[in-house]
Antibody
């Protein structure tokens, strides 16, 4: 059974670094890729980046200078780190994978992150 | 980067009505497009992939069509559970951009 679950701090200060974890089950990170998607309150979805099964990454160009995605395959975890946080980074952060289709057919429940001093 | 322009931004409709949501890509995406539904406080759910293929478990009143740069999502005979937000997404190449979304509300 494919599952993804995000975890991380609910509150982060401006200029600090956000660290989130996506813990997956039911599939191997070396066979399926995982993306991060975020959604500011009341707004739309923004694709942030992807960690391919091969271990390579691709990022949204608007976030590339601040964003890093990595993994620990032994723990079935994918990590997101984003530096120099701003208040506009306040959002619900989701991880998602493509499994039965080539599209995001499994999503985590999301984790709300507030950037505030 | 491929831009996805979705319209309308909001839509008010009654139960039993048929509605259509449009998505325009900035370049040909060769039908590599998905539609998602999102309810308040919930994660997005895949409805349609490859522009017109219905994902497992999605009711047949949902349909997708289009080609090249123009795509649409049609919902026939609106049911209470269909109200929420809808997003198109380019899946051809990274960045996998989403449309800005359409909020479907009950009239």
């Amino acid at each position: 059974q494919v599952q993804l679950k995000e975890s991380g701090p609910g509150l982060v200060k401006p200029s600090e670094t956000l660290s989130l974890t996506c813990t997956v089950s039911g599939f191997s990170l070396t066979s399926y890729h995982v993306s991060w998607v975020r959604q500011p309150p009341g707004k739309g979805l923004e694709w942030m980046g992807v960690l391919w099964g091969s271990g390579s990454t691709a990022y949204n160009s608007a976030l590339k200078s601040r964003l890093s995605i990595s993994r620990d395959t032994s723990k079935s975890q994918v990590f997101l780190k984003m530096s120099s946080l701003k208040t506009e980074d306040t959002a619900t952060y989701y991880c998602a994978t493509v499994y039965t289709t080539d599209y995001f057919d499994y999503w985590g429940q999301g984790v709300m992150v507030t950037v505030s001093s | 980067d491929i831009q996805m322009t979705q319209s309308p931004a909001s839509l008010s409709a009654s139960l039993g009505e048929t509605v259509t949501i449009e998505c325009l890509a900035s370049e040909d995406i060769y039908d590599i497009l998905a539609w998602y539904q999102q309810k308040p406080g919930k994660s997005p759910q895949l409805l349609i992939y490859d522009a017109s293929s219905l994902h497992t478990g999605v009711p047949s009143r949902f349909s997708g069509s289009g080609s090249g740069t123009q795509y649409s999502l049609k919902i026939n005979s609106l049911q209470p559970e269909d109200f929420g937000s809808y997003y198109c997404q380019n899946d051809l190449s990274a960045p996998y951009t989403f449309g800005a979304g359409t909020k479907l509300e009950l009239k």
